[in-house]
């Protein structure tokens, strides 16, 4: 396999990136992560405890949006997260773990104060193949099982939260003169990995139709 240069892989996740935060959710099932969100209001997009007005209803939508991710991959097993529609194709699991990886760019970029095109090393190496995905990420992003994807979902998620408890709304709405697309907030930049993460939920419902075993794993 050719290797992924780093600008490929700046380019790619730059377009595809515009990515439930709570402890032990590795020990829960998914279902019960669903549960107790909806115990905490899942439908009310508002301000949050804890956080500035805006940025608590930022959290908010994030949190719905991730909740609409858990729901379908609910009881998938390894052969269906790895499961392979066609030669173009990507599968459940390298979607979720590239929602991961949007996540943590997004991160290192509005938390860090890291420019798009100036990811470190490690960072490509950890992230570099599931913020790209294609032909590497179906090679590659395979035989894990439910657990290892929400695990890396729940710790990304668990950062982002720890960081925004930690700004205001005038951070939210600082301005970026100089983002991909023109003059970018950073609520616009957060707002993003929200929408992106709704694109991909659409994804992971239309292959896990096409299951070969579909019937099985189908939710009402």
Not at 172 to 178: A, E, P, S, V
């Amino acid at each position: 396999m050719k290797p992924r240069s780093r600008r490929s892989f700046l380019k790619a996740s730059a377009a595809f990136g515009c990515g439930l935060g709570a402890a032990g959710l590795s020990s829960l099932s998914i279902a019960g992560a669903v549960v107790r969100a909806a115990d905490e209001g899942l439908n009310i997009i508002g301000p949050r405890k804890g956080f500035s007005p805006q940025i608590g209803t930022l959290v908010s939508m994030l949190t719905w949006m991730r909740n609409a991710i858990l729901q379908p991959a609910q009881g998938l097993t390894v052969t269906q997260l790895d499961y392979l529609h066609d030669a173009k194709a990507n599968s459940i699991g390298a979607l979720l773990l590239h929602l991961a990886a949007i996540e943590r760019l997004y991160q290192l970029h509005t938390f860090e104060g890291r420019k798009w095109d100036d990811w470190d090393e490690m960072t490509v190496k950890e992230w570099g193949v599931p913020a790209g995905l294609g032909d590497a990420a179906r090679q590659t992003i395979r035989g894990h099982d439910l657990s290892y994807y929400l695990d890396r979902l729940r710790e990304g998620r668990e950062q982002t939260l720890a960081e925004l408890r930690k700004r205001d709304d005038t951070w939210l709405m600082q301005i970026d003169n100089h983002w991909l697309w023109g003059p970018t907030n950073n609520y616009c930049k957060w707002f993003h990995v929200c929408e992106h993460e709704s694109n991909h939920n659409g994804q992971i419902k239309w292959i896990k139709g096409r299951l070969p075993d579909a019937s099985k794993s189908q939710t009402s």
